[in-house]
């Protein structure tokens, strides 16, 4: 089990009825695309070409901010608001459509930007998984 | 000027019509949100009725994470996105009401709360306002 | 292979002789703390005992913000500064030092801090290895 | 009295020994700081000359990262810990030598990097202040 996972399965408290397989998948995608943003902002910066990619880099810094704290806020239980969840959810889910499309362009010439448009989509996916399950 | 100010009017290409004061106004409110909240939470934990402040303190780690990222993403122009802009800004509003809730409740009995509570309230409506100039 | 591992094999310029399985491995493990850390300090916060808690939840927070501050300059590579990643390095493994050992002391009665300092001491671990391959 | 000054004064218990206005004025400073850097990223990817200006990105966000936690460090005071508070304020002295360095080779031709330039002076000098006075 990872460790998102033992996480949760520590929580001393219940989980306020949220689906836990699917909070899981949320937390770990976004920890994973707040990472691969990161990274393809500065690849991109190190791309000869980086004067074609600062859209690209604007929104992967947007993402990578937006998806640190939705994995925050996921990983809280005590005093559970699902107004709340399902706010940063959405705006994450928009975070992370609009890095995907953007890296996409991008992916046949620049592996990172493929790889990054890949965990933006399991991320965006996650996110609305979450909310759905949320009711 | 504050450096918000001085950052703002020096940014080299236009914002991308957003009105420029409320933009900095919303930027401010999100800073001290941020340091007001991070700073509540750790006041909570010090009071010896700690017990009964733990909703509080974590609705202040989420609306501390939330305007922190709220911003950053505001503090970047380059590729604007209305859209992301708004569904951060709702998140962000919701954050600060939830908080300002809460830490309303305690207002009376600690001071920190209701000093949050008022940089929650401040925030708040500093994102909505800047929601409505986005039109 | 991870995504972590993805971005920096798709990174386009050279690393700055920097030995990419120990950066993988201390980037992952500053994910990994950030979270465990995240999630400590809320779980304790629902622990009936919480009056007792309260250092472990206050060093849990600063060892997650230090952690996710450590994970994003180990992912950046274009113009590397090895001074400022050793200085990096350091305020997190002193963090995960600090978070491990006031998680330890709780670990027999509360799994969730058990699993924490398990995280904190791989990434303290994982700061000193690559703290030793910069030279 | 800034709120930071009222957070500081609202604290239910001692501060343990720290210097208050030196203190302030450093999470003040971290503040400040985080923002410009944020927006001088953002401004420097809007210029033509993008490509001249990714070493400054690039230290640009690592400052904005470190500055942000440090500002977080120090607005917890509950168990608090000197060790890793200096070795926080190290880490971020370092972080804003860099990139003021980095600016202040801009500072000429982009107003915005003399502005930040000016900040990042700023909170080295108040972190290594605050250092000072941790004894």
């Known amino acids: 089990m990872t460790v998102v996972g033992q996480m949760l399965e520590t929580y001393p408290k219940d989980l306020g009825g949220v689906d836990r397989q699917k909070l899981q998948e949320c937390i770990e995608a976004c920890l994973e695309c707040t990472q691969a943003c990161t990274a393809c902002a ?7 070409m980086v004067a074609e990619l600062t859209t690209c880099i604007r929104t992967n810094l947007d993402c990578a901010d937006v998806c640190s704290t939705t994995g925050r806020v996921l990983s809280r239980h005590t005093g559970y608001d699902a107004n709340l ?12 459509k609009a890095c995907g499309d953007e ?33």
Request: aromatic share 0%; with cysteine; net charge negative.
């Open 42 to 48: 500065d690849a991109c910066l190190s791309e000869d």
């Open 85 to 96: 969840t399902r706010s940063v959810l959405e705006a994450c889910a928009a975070a992370c």
């Open 103 to 135: 890296c996409a362009q991008h992916a046949e010439m620049h592996e990172h930007c493929r790889n990054c448009a890949e965990s933006c989509r399991r991320c965006e996916a996650a996110c609305r998984e979450l909310i759905s399950a949320l009711g």
